[in-house]
């Protein structure tokens, strides 16, 4: 099973500062398998970013991702009052085929 | 709009059953996979299995197989997930999603929540 795990557990910043939150996994994958997500409370996850660095469908492009191998980055250039909240990446494997970091918790300081 | 409408929270004792669905639309049903994601309290998120709404295929995560059991009923564009024999481990956050290329997820149905207690 591959492991992700992200860092920091919980990110404090400021509206407008730019967000760096990271994501490794325990044995190297492709690009073309690294997703992240944004979960506001209460709401359902939300696709942000796939193959690593692309973009879904109307998310801002203050939002990017980069990484290859085992280490993996989600950068917010600006942030906005509306990206505070919980980013999970997630990757396609085998057995189990799907597994998700354990989240980061991005509040406003 | 893609949409994936979830039935509502659910309360189970331990022992028991419990089945959830997720009507899709906005899109072509049969066209895309469908998996189920659990969340527990302070747990990350969980892949437990897909189902291919046009022929009914299934694969299961190996933690959830004997346990767990995915359906479909195309005429309603609608995917179901049972799990039974319910343990208070089982109290979760449970998703319905659609497939995306086999990798990733999107859009995820609202979520609904189960509740195992005695």
């Known amino acids: 099973e591959i492991v992700l795990t992200q860092s920091p557990g919980t990110l404090s910043l400021s509206p407008g500062e730019r967000a760096t939150l990271s994501c490794r996994a325990s044995q190297s994958i492709s690009r073309s398998y690294l997703a992240w997500y944004q979960q506001k409370p209460g709401q359902a996850p939300r696709l942000l970013i796939f193959g690593a660095v692309s973009r879904a469908t109307g998310i801002p492009d203050r939002f990017s991702g980069s990484g290859s191998g085992t280490d993996f980055t989600l950068t917010i250039s600006r942030l906005e009052p509306e990206d505070f909240a919980v980013y999970y990446c997630q990757q396609y494997g085998s057995s189990p085929p799907y597994t998700f970091g354990q989240g980061t918790k991005l509040e406003i300081k | 709009q893609v949409q994936l409408l979830q039935s509502g929270a659910e309360m189970r004792k331990p022992g028991a059953s419990v089945k959830v669905s997720c009507k899709a639309s906005g899109y072509p049903f049969t066209g895309y996979e469908i998996h189920w994601v659990r969340q527990a309290p302070g747990q990350r998120l969980e892949w437990m299995g897909w189902?291919?709404?046009?022929?009914?295929?299934?694969k299961y995560s190996q933690k959830f197989q004997g346990r767990v059991t995915m359906a479909v009923d195309s005429s309603i564009s609608t995917v179901y997930m049972d799990l039974s024999r319910l343990t208070s481990d089982d109290t979760a956050t449970y998703y319905c999603?659609?497939?995306?290329?086999?990798?990733?997820?999107?859009?995820w149905g609202q979520g609904t929540l189960v509740t195992v207690s005695s």
């Open positions: 999603a659609r497939d995306q290329r086999a990798v990733w997820f999107d859009p």
């Open positions: 189902i291919n709404p046009n022929n009914g295929k299934t």
